[in-house]
């Protein structure tokens, strides 16, 4: 079992940088394709980024801007948020998958609690 634990969120203006966190438990770290997702208030939950062994995915509105990376040796999967705008505020969830990377939510085996970014003009 995987338990997921997000931070880094906040308050930022627009144009601000913002680094999420997820560390996750577990000893098959490395098995697991890790990613982003998010919600805004009233929209559904979508995908953001994913990262497995060498593959990354991101969504088409945060490429150029946002960056993922894992650290296996620490269990830790991380989102690097830069030129954030307004429509980048939602709640950011970290998800993980066995075997591999997904960009769909019902694939996903393990949900964090998520983490609340709010971009501000």
């Known amino acids: 079992q995987v338990q997921l634990v997000e931070s880094g969120g906040g308050l930022v203006q627009t144009g601000g940088s913002l680094r999420l966190s997820c560390v996750a438990s577990?000893?098959?770290?490395?098995?697991?394709?890790m990613g982003w997702f998010r919600q805004a208030p009233g929209k559904e939950r979508e995908f953001v980024a994913a990262?497995?062994?060498?593959?990354?995915s991101y969504a088409d509105s945060v490429k150029g801007r946002f960056t993922i990376s894992r650290d296996n040796a620490k269990n830790t999967v991380y989102l690097r948020m830069n030129s954030l705008k307004s429509e980048d505020t939602a709640v950011y969830y970290c998800a993980a998958r066995f075997g591999g990377l997904t960009k769909y939510s019902y694939d996903i085996t393990h949900w964090g609690r998520g983490t609340l970014v709010t971009v501000s003009s």
């Open positions: 577990g000893r098959t770290f490395s098995n697991y394709g």
């Open positions: 990262i497995s062994g060498n593959s990354i």
